[in-house]
């Protein structure tokens, strides 16, 4: 097994004093990244960048990638504490995740989330260490028709998953769509709905209307409700972590599949973000009682947790072995390679292996490492829940407009955040689902460009959908997806009418 | 404190004051983080060399003051364009540029020029090599053309970055030296594209050196002829039998297309001559650090400097190269 050997040789690379201590300073940072909104991995990697070139390569990446890990941990906090998402890729983890907050068992919600996210990036690490350049092979098999069936893929489990009417899950679902398209048409090169606005160029980031969505709405919200938060205080002890732990095991099948799904967007690439949602909408189908998601079953923040976390470790092996980067903070870090004379690519694991070994050692050593932290600075984060809401909320307003202006630096943007906050209000007071207008601004211009591209090549034939096994099977599990919730409803009519 | 000394205290002092207030004259330095605009997404090729430039000047110390790198790509970089060009008389800013420079206000019709900013100096020229997949039949540029010439219009497909861009021009050139059409497929990035190319979605490409490189090393992608009037320079084996140098040049391959894309610096409009000048002696000093020599070598960079007038023209030229070319396909905006 020379996989054994490199790792073992990785291992006592990274096992030395300062990199084991840049690990716990990235975690640490990454945390606090992942906890204030806006503020992503891809950000905080970006800046803090310039720190690690006097360093020597091998820790650099290790603190960076940490980082990242943080980062992908903390997310969750906020999404569960306050209803906020930290992260974009946390957005699905609020759906049980607040629920269960709100219901006293705040401490439960986070210690499922950080483990199943340490499950996740656990299993995504072992797949990257054995099957790294077969995984690489089936990565290069993606075409712009494979991307888009994946995409429509994603929207076909999620579609159907939601309580509210079909009508508001369509209309919020059409208004995503509607606002991605702003900005320049990635075919044609021409500018779209930007009305001669400059600020409208560059479309509208899906980050800025998650903040404003999600942070900005929350607070408007309680502020009607009387200005406090419900979330009742979050505990962790070690006694509650025993007793969620000794839970989890029964959804052996949930962390499985939710790990197929992210290590198969991280890989293909279709991001941390994509892959909670369809890890939460598959769980969802699945479970033999969907009615209890989205009112604090547990399973609903394993799912989108372990899928985050795989997809976003498992980002990283295009980025290695192809040089394209499967998310963007691991096009950041691309950069980093570069400027440390490291060429992403084939030659990569050849002609560097201590440090390519290294770095796969440190993701296992990482997430050890952050799932100690999390767990232990938690009591610290639930404490938050005691503060009044007359100071927190003013704290959240500020940290939410630093995030968004950070995302392009742009005044603009913050004031788009106040306006998707008070859209974000109307949306929950009139009871429409905010998730699928998330869902469709996240995917809606990569579906575009990738259904483009196949039509391109197939010069307007439908048939490359279906034209070799990969895309076909892919396609048509969409399809199936997209009819399940008829199917389902049909069986479960069917024995009432026997019944009657 | 007799009167003499206190005469003597205070001259000194005000000889220091004279000095503070008369040396900004002679040099201009930064005295906040300079704001480092890439008009394109993380991962390309200026954003590659934006975040390269910052390391190495922090490395080195050569600025008092950090780099921070800003991507703002939207509108194929009239985000950034516009963003430096607002920045009136801001001498904390800088902004490296592509070929989007000159394609994306005559696309788009968004109201800039270059002559809105300030040109500071080229830094480098890129190079766009023809690629293929290695295991097609097309070994030389002649297998190639004639391949693309006994089919059907639009049966080769061509991948690139973006629309109505560098790649598509190339493109558009390529196809007027031919008498062929292809279907261009406009992908997100340089690095998207030589991917596609390796996994045989796309037929060729005209990724830039660097973008396709290791695809090159590990025996999966083929260089066909790059697009200049001469060889690249570059002499050191990056396979067993080739350096860049053994890839011949397009027009003698029977390929008459050239192509270079700038990579040059940008300061907003109305800075004075220091600050220009302060950016101009930072980008010389970086030129002469090995780390650029190696970063020039690993990209197969043409090693073009140029400034001031000389700079200006060379822009004036090409602005109107493309103008000529993007009318003649069709991309002008209007």
Same mark, same amino acid.
């Given at each position: 097994m020379d996989e054994i050997n490199n790792l073992m040789q990785g291992f006592s690379v990274a096992m030395t004093l300062p990199n084991l201590a840049y690990m716990l300073i990235g975690i640490t940072l990454g945390i606090l990244i992942g906890v204030l909104p806006g503020l992503g991995g891809a950000n905080g990697i970006a800046i803090l960048l310039p720190l690690t070139f006097s360093m020597n390569p091998t820790s650099a990446v290790i603190m960076l990638s940490c980082i990242y890990w943080g980062a992908l941990f903390g997310g969750a906090i906020t999404s569960i504490l306050f209803n906020i998402p930290g992260e974009p890729w946390s957005v699905a983890t609020t759906f049980d995740g607040y629920p269960m907050a709100q219901q006293g068992r705040a401490a439960q919600a986070l210690t499922a989330a950080f483990t199943s996210s340490f499950v996740g990036a656990l299993i995504a690490v072992a797949l990257i260490t054995f099957l790294a350049p077969l995984l690489a092979k089936f990565a290069l098999r993606f075409g712009p028709a494979e991307y888009f069936a994946v995409q429509l893929l994603t929207f076909c489990s999620f579609?159907?998953?939601?309580?509210?009417p079909a009508a508001k899950v369509i209309a919020s679902m059409m208004l995503g769509f509607a606002l991605a398209a702003v900005g320049m048409d990635a075919v044609t090169g021409q500018l779209r709905m930007t009305f001669g606005f400059p600020e409208l160029l560059k479309g509208f980031d899906f980050l800025i209307a998650v903040i404003g969505l999600f942070g900005i709405g929350e607070i408007l919200l309680t502020m009607e409700e009387g200005l406090a938060f419900k979330g009742k205080s979050a505990r962790l002890n070690l006694r509650v972590v025993l007793q969620t732990w000794k839970q989890l095991p029964q959804y052996w099948l949930t962390f499985l599949r939710s790990t197929a799904v992210g290590c198969w967007m991280g890989i293909t690439p279709g991001g941390a973000t994509p892959a909670s949602f369809m890890s939460y909408g598959i769980a969802r189908r699945m479970?033999?009682?969907?009615?209890?998601?989205?009112?604090?079953?547990?399973e609903g923040v394993l799912a989108p947790e372990t899928a985050a976390h795989a997809a976003g470790t498992s980002a990283l092996l295009p980025m290695l072995t /192809?040089? =394209? !980067?499967?998310?963007p903070t691991a096009a950041v870090l691309l950069g980093g390679l570069m400027i440390w004379g490291l060429q992403p690519g084939p030659m990569l694991f050849v002609e560097h292996k201590d440090f390519v070994w290294g770095l796969i050692a440190s993701m296992y050593l990482g997430n050890v490492v952050g799932l100690l932290v999390v767990l232990t600075t938690v009591p610290f984060w639930a404490a938050? /829940?005691? =503060? !009044?809401f007359s100071v927190i909320a003013p704290v959240i307003v500020v940290i939410c407009a630093v995030g968004a202006y950070t995302v392009h630096s742009s005044m603009f943007d913050v004031v788009m955040m106040l306006v998707f906050g008070v859209v974000g209000y109307l949306f929950k007071k009139l009871k429409y689902p905010m998730a699928p207008l998330v869902l469709a601004l996240v995917l809606g211009d990569m579906a575009e460009a990738s259904f483009r591209q196949s039509m391109l090549l197939s010069q307007g034939s439908l048939a490359i959908f279906w034209s070799n096994p990969l895309v076909g099977s892919i396609a048509g599990l969409a399809i199936v997806m997209l009819v399940w919730p008829l199917l389902s409803s049909f069986k479960r009519r069917s024995p009432k009418r026997e019944a009657g | 404190m007799n009167l003499r000394s206190r005469v003597k205290a205070l001259s000194s002092i005000l000889i220091g004051f004279c000095a503070l207030a008369t040396w900004p004259a002679h040099a201009w330095e930064p005295t906040k983080p300079i704001e480092f605009v890439v008009p394109a997404g993380t991962g390309g090729g200026a954003d590659q060399m934006a975040r390269f430039l910052q390391g190495v000047v922090a490395k080195n110390k050569l600025s008092p003051q950090p780099i921070i790198v800003v991507n703002k790509s939207g509108g194929a970089g009239a985000e950034g364009f516009l963003d430096v060009k607002g920045?009136?008389?801001?001498?904390h800013k800088i902004v490296i540029t592509l070929s989007n420079l000159f394609t994306t206000p005559l696309a788009t019709?968004?109201?800039?020029?270059?002559?809105?900013l300030t040109p500071v100096s080229m830094l480098a020229l890129d190079q766009f090599i023809l690629w293929v997949n290695h295991d097609t039949a097309f070994k030389t540029t002649k297998d190639y053309l004639t391949a693309i010439k006994a089919q059907p219009d639009k049966a080769f497909k061509m991948g690139g970055t973006g629309s109505k861009q560098e790649d598509q021009i190339i493109t558009v050139l390529m196809e007027k030296a031919l008498g062929k059409k292809m279907i261009y497929i406009p992908l997100k990035g340089g690095g998207d594209v030589a991917v596609q190319l390796v996994g045989k979605h796309i037929d060729s490409t005209v990724n830039n050196p660097i973008e396709a490189e290791s695809h090159w090393r590990s025996g999966a992608l083929r260089p066909l002829c790059v697009m200049d009037k001469e060889r690249l320079p570059y002499k050191g084996k990056l396979t067993t039998t080739q350096s860049w140098n053994d890839v011949p040049t397009c027009a003698s391959a029977g390929l008459p297309v050239e192509y270079l894309m700038l990579r040059g610096i940008f300061m907003p409009p109305g800075v004075t001559p220091d600050q220009v000048k302060y950016y101009l002696d930072l980008f010389k000093k970086v030129r002469a650090l090995p780390e650029w020599k190696d970063f020039m070598e690993k990209g197969a960079f043409k090693q073009t400097f140029m400034s001031g007038d000389e700079y200006f023209n060379w822009l004036g030229q090409n602005e109107q190269a493309h103008r000529v070319l993007m009318r003649e396909a069709g991309f002008l905006a209007n």
């Open positions: 579609v159907g998953m939601s309580k509210e479970s033999k009682e969907p009615d209890s998601f989205g009112k604090g079953q547990i /192809l040089g =394209i !980067p499967g998310s938050f /829940l005691r =503060i !009044p | 920045d009136k008389g801001n001498g019709g968004v109201p800039f020029n270059w002559r809105d």
